[in-house]
């Protein structure tokens, strides 16, 4: 199934597009997702460790399967002031 990502903050640096599509297994969780990710982009990998997927202004539990074709949000730690 296709998914949409965005991704936010340092991710932006660490992945080949800020917005994208990828192919990913039907009922794949969001764990699977994030250990999906850094086989792919091995550069991310430190980041997606602490990384939250939100979908539709929420977080994704761990364990919840990904819906096909909706767009979900790559979300890391931020500090600031």
């Given at each position: 199934m296709k998914i949409t990502l965005v991704a936010f903050?340092?991710?932006r640096d660490k992945l080949p597009e800020s917005t994208f599509e990828i192919e990913v297994p039907d009922q794949i969780t969001a764990d699977q997702l994030m250990a999906h990710l850094a086989q792919?982009?091995?550069q991310a990998t430190e980041v997606l460790k602490i990384t939250r997927l939100a979908h539709q202004d929420d977080y994704v539990s761990k364990t919840s399967s990904l819906k096909p074709n909706a767009e979900y949000c790559l979300i890391p730690p931020v500090s600031g002031g």
């Open positions: 903050a340092m991710l792919e982009f091995p």
